[in-house]
């Protein structure tokens, strides 16, 4: 069978040992012998652990921004309601977070790697704020195609999606079953029904 190219065994290492130990402990060195190749490979490939990282969370984790952009084109057309829109994004943020949260929860007990991980975010244009600014774009788009209330507020409900989103991965974790009380398909669909009350009502 042959062998994957270096960046794709690295991502892969990446990605389970941050999965794994968590991106404070999964140094540089680790990650090049979980993938098979030097330390020095590895940096060709990657100038830092903080880029490794985004790229990780860019190619091997469920994909908002993509759905993002694609609503953003054609938005209003009449295919699919805001609803079904809202809950298609709700549903894969949803995943994003479930999935990226082990990894990046580590970031916030080691103070100096999050101020590195977060001047590496800014550089590349990349962040938790973003997925807020996009669906925001996508209610405007919305607005301005007459599917959304004039004075509706999309930066607000943005923030209220994504927040859900984003909580549902680590509020249940300390309760005796350690699930959340809906199944991922009910609370997008129930999230996106909640927040269209305010944006159409």
Known sequence: MEQKPARARIIDAAH???????LARATTKEIAREAGCSEAALYKHFPS?????????????????????RLMTAPGNGERTVEENLTEIARQAALFY???FPIAASLYAEPK???RHNDAM???????HMPIR???AYLRAEQSAGRVRPDAD???AASLLVGACAQRAFAYAATPTGAPPQSLDDFAASVARTLLGGLTG
Do not use: C, W
């Open 16 to 22: 389970r040992l941050m999965l794994t130990i968590g």
């Open 154 to 156: 999309p930066y607000a």
């Open 113 to 115: 790697l999050r101020e």
């Open 134 to 136: 996009g669906v925001a």
């Open 98 to 100: 479930e999935q990226s």
């Open 49 to 69: 652990k903080e880029e490794l990282f985004v790229v990780v969370l860019r190619e091997r984790l469920p994909k908002v921004e993509s759905i993002l952009e």
């Open 122 to 128: 800014r550089e590349l244009g990349a962040g938790p």
